[in-house]
């Protein structure tokens, strides 16, 4: 049974930094593209960051520059640096994997505000 299990969310102030993981088990994650997606409070889920089968890295826009994704296979585990996060970074932030469907973490919840 798949499973992904987030942590490392909570309040930070504007201009702070957190790192997001995402531990996988029951599937060698490596080996499928997996990432992360934020939803706001009434928004729908979005893409923000992903690294592909391949290992190929797409950042949404609106991250890029400030937060970087990462993977370490050994802990069959991926993370997400966020830098200099705004209050518009506020949001539930889902770790999935995708070995042909695609699974989804519990979420964890990111507040920027001062």
């Known amino acids: 049974q798949v499973q992904l299990v987030e942590s490392g969310g909570g309040l930070v102030q504007p201009g702070g930094s957190l790192r997001l993981s995402c531990a996988a088990s029951?599937?060698?994650?490596?080996?499928?593209?997996m990432g992360w997606y934020r939803q706001a409070p009434g928004k729908q889920r979005d893409l923000v960051a992903d690294?592909?089968?391949?290992?190929?890295?797409n950042y949404a826009d609106s991250v890029k520059g400030r937060f970087t994704i990462s993977r370490d296979n050994a802990k069959n585990t991926i993370y997400l640096q966020m830098n200099n996060l705004r209050p518009e970074d506020t949001a539930v932030y889902f770790c999935?994997?995708?070995?042909?469907?695609?699974?989804w973490g519990q979420g964890t919840q990111v507040t920027v505000s001062s």
């Open positions: 999935y994997v995708n070995p042909g469907s695609t699974y």
């Open positions: 029951g599937i060698i994650s490596s080996i499928y593209p």
């Open positions: 690294i592909t089968r391949n290992g190929n890295i």
